[in-house]
T-cell receptor, first 114, second 112 residues
Framework: NAGVTQTPKFRILKIGQSMTLQCAQD?????MYWYRQDPGMGLKLIYY???????DKGEVPNGYNVSRSTTEDFPLRLELAAPSQTSVYFC?????????????FGPGTRLTVT | AQKVTQAQTEISVVEKEDVTLDCVYE???????LFWYKQPPSGELVFLIR????DEQNEISGRYSWNFQKSTSSFNFTITASQVVDSAVYFC?????????WGAGTKLIIKP
């Protein structure tokens, strides 16, 4: 199993550009999450999904969009990038909501917006 | 409100010392779960432990141990005989429904 994979690992965007961060998991997990981690801080939830076709906002959703067309994939879209979106982005997945199992994380994408 | 506080921003100890990382949480839920994750300098997040609110037994895994006390809303993490490889940022997190509420993390530096 590859676990949770994310691409790209690094990206530099100019203000106003758009991009999609890719996330995939091969563990057949229903739950998937996108977090951002600002320097010296904990993780903040951007969006999450409880299954294909179902997504919902987390704590800091503004400026982002997600879709979940398959169980495996959960891309995060940044529209009109702003310097405030400079951060490390982590995708995670977990088995079930019935009992909150641990979340498995991808390696992260380091994004800089200049 | 759900909240996790890790008051120790950074701890520095010499190798082989014992060190305890504090975690204090706030929740109105009667059933909840607490987690510890490790983030080494390479940046990935590594799951360490999950504990539910009904299980107050302390847990030991090798040099790692966890002390869960509902009376003080704390879930502290102790590393015994620390090693340089333990250097990392450690996060405590609280499960609230399907979301994890994260502390700000404690950076642990183990000096040789």
């Amino acid at each position: 199993n590859a676990g949770v994979t994310q691409t790209p690992k690094f990206r530099i965007l100019k203000i106003g550009q758009s991009m999609t961060l890719q996330c995939a998991q091969d563990m057949n997990h229903n739950y998937m999450y996108w977090y951002r981690q600002d320097p010296g801080m904990g993780l903040k939830l951007i969006y999450y999904s409880v299954g294909a076709g179902i997504t919902d906002k987390g704590e800091v959703p503004n400026g982002y969009n997600v879709s979940r067309s398959t169980t495996e994939d959960f891309p995060l879209r940044l529209e009109l990038a702003a310097p405030s979106q400079t951060s490390v982005y982590f995708c995670a997945s977990s088995l079930s909501r019935v009992e909150p199992y641990e979340q498995y994380f991808g390696p992260g994408t380091r994004l800089t917006v200049t | 409100a759900q909240k996790v506080t890790q008051a120790q921003t950074e701890i520095s100890v010499v190798e082989k010392e014992d060190v305890t990382l504090d975690c204090v949480y706030e929740t109105r839920d009667t059933t909840y779960y607490l987690f510890w994750y490790k983030q080494p300098p390479s940046g990935e997040l590594v799951f360490l432990i999950r504990r539910n609110s009904f299980d107050e037994q302390n847990e030991i895994s090798g040099r790692y141990s966890w002390n869960f006390q509902k009376s003080t809303s704390s879930f502290n993490f102790t590393i015994t005989a620390s090693q340089v490889v333990d250097s990392a940022v450690y996060f405590c997190a609280l499960n609230s429904n399907y979301q994890l509420i994260w502390g700000a993390g404690t950076k642990l530096i183990i000096k040789p």
